[in-house]
């Protein structure tokens, strides 16, 4: 009897002992990214731009993991990228700066392309970012009145991916994003495929659909699509 009561307790520990095993060799998953602040404003309507140039915001990477739950501090983690370079650089160190060269808003974005543990063990694999908003707000006057200013929104679709860039200065983006520009001027928007990606077509310009690039003359908000094959 003493000697069935002695394996019982024998095969209860070793199973204490590898579902502790397991528990250590769990890779620590991250599965979120959150950027502090979510949003900055830079500049004011009776500011040039070029007097916002060099304005800076430092940025953190907060990371969420799993197995066990945590958050962590991984800005120097992260792979930081501006969505248009006309209007913010970031450095590897979350160092937001604004170049005085365009106004409006864009997104920037830190990302972990490779998800591993601490302790080096593969994880889930995937690709996590986290995104905030960066503006600059755009000269209209040195004082009361002056020009208004419209917004154009440019959207992507379609299965493949490029840059579209903007004439006069303003928009360099491979995703959605938005600029200002005083009210009546002409913007051009000229798309380039990347990779094995070709220009497809454009929706809400002046100009045909599949003539590239696009015109559209800003007397109101408009919103322009480009789409990628």
Known sequence: ??????SIVVLVAAAGVLSA???CGHSQELVSIQ??????TIGAS????SQDANAQVQLRALGTYIHPPVTKDITNLVTWASNDVQMFSVNSTGMLTATGEACGGTLVSATVTTNRSTGGLSSSGAVVTGFMTANVVCFTSTGGGGASTEILTLTFAGSGSGTVTSSPPGLICSSACLGQFANGTPVTLTAAGTGLS???????CDTLSSTNPCHVTL???????????
């Open 1 to 6: 009897m003493h000697g069935k009561w002695l």
């Open 21 to 23: 095993l397991s528990s």
């Open 35 to 40: 950027i502090q602040p979510t949003s900055e």
């Open 46 to 49: 009776n500011i040039p731009l």
């Open 198 to 204: 070709q220009f497809g077509s454009w929706f809400g």
């Open 219 to 229: 007397t109101a908000n408009r919103t322009v699509t480009v789409t990628f094959n």
